[in-house]
């Protein structure tokens, strides 16, 4: 690397004029993406969660709650082969989950449905009422994948239910940054090969005096957001 090379990289002073990290948490971005605004965290987070998933050519996969995370989500597991049902309770994003390739969308008042029976299945919005719906659609011996963060308190489960049908529960948070790195260096590489295609999710861009204006927004989430950029 050189001065004035791009670069994704983790640090602990996002946003700030100087921030210092450590050379093995930073990933150079190819000359290719020099015009495309690149978050790499929340790219190696999606990554992540999929490689923790198991997805495989084929499979039933259902991903429960499309924001930026589950949208990404919909886009890697279509181009590993499976069959994605999306739930979200917003119409805007039920498109979104279209574009990205979704074969089928619902709503959350839809509830499972009566071809519940998933192979995999993502949670992917923190709440409770995702997680009811995400554990409810996970076939006997399928797995469910924790992605959303649960940061707002307890949650309850039907642990008599996944007993029974013997599930796999995997909590797909990272706090490894060796993972976190790799998972930012294999999103990086997905986009400069035309893997993968992030721009149709940034729904919003903010010069970064205006950044306290896209922290409301991410928090409110109205109608037409997904993910916003803060541009320097």
Request: hydrophobic content about 50%; some cysteine; aromatic content about 6%.
């Amino acid at each position: 690397m050189r001065v004035g090379d791009r670069v994704a990289f983790l640090c602990e002073r996002a946003f700030a004029e100087f921030a210092l990290a450590d050379q093995d948490a930073v990933v150079p971005l190819p000359a290719s993406l020099d015009r495309m605004p690149l978050p790499g965290e929340p790219l190696a987070c999606a990554v992540n969660v999929l490689n923790r998933s198991g997805i495989r050519d084929g499979e039933r996969v259902a991903v429960v709650g499309v924001g930026f995370l589950g949208a990404i989500a919909i886009a890697l597991a279509r181009a590993r082969g499976a069959a994605v049902t999306a739930w979200s309770r917003r119409p805007f994003a039920l498109e979104i989950a279209r574009e990205a390739g979704a074969d089928t969308t619902r709503t959350l008042d839809d509830g499972p449905g009566a071809d519940a029976a998933f192979d995999c299945v993502i949670e992917a919005a923190g709440e409770q009422r995702t997680l009811d719906l995400a554990a409810a659609l996970v076939r006997e011996r399928g797995r469910l994948i924790i992605a959303g963060y649960h940061q707002d308190g307890p949650r309850t489960i039907d642990l008599q239910s996944w007993n029974w049908r013997g599930i796999d529960v995997i909590n797909a948070h990272e706090r490894d940054p060796a993972t976190y790195v790799a998972g930012m260096r294999e999103g990086v590489d997905l986009v400069a090969r035309g893997a993968l295609d992030p721009r149709p999710f940034f729904t919003h861009a903010f010069p970064l005096d205006e950044i306290n204006t896209a922290f409301a927004m991410a928090a409110a989430r109205p109608d037409g957001f997904l993910k916003a950029l803060v541009l320097t």
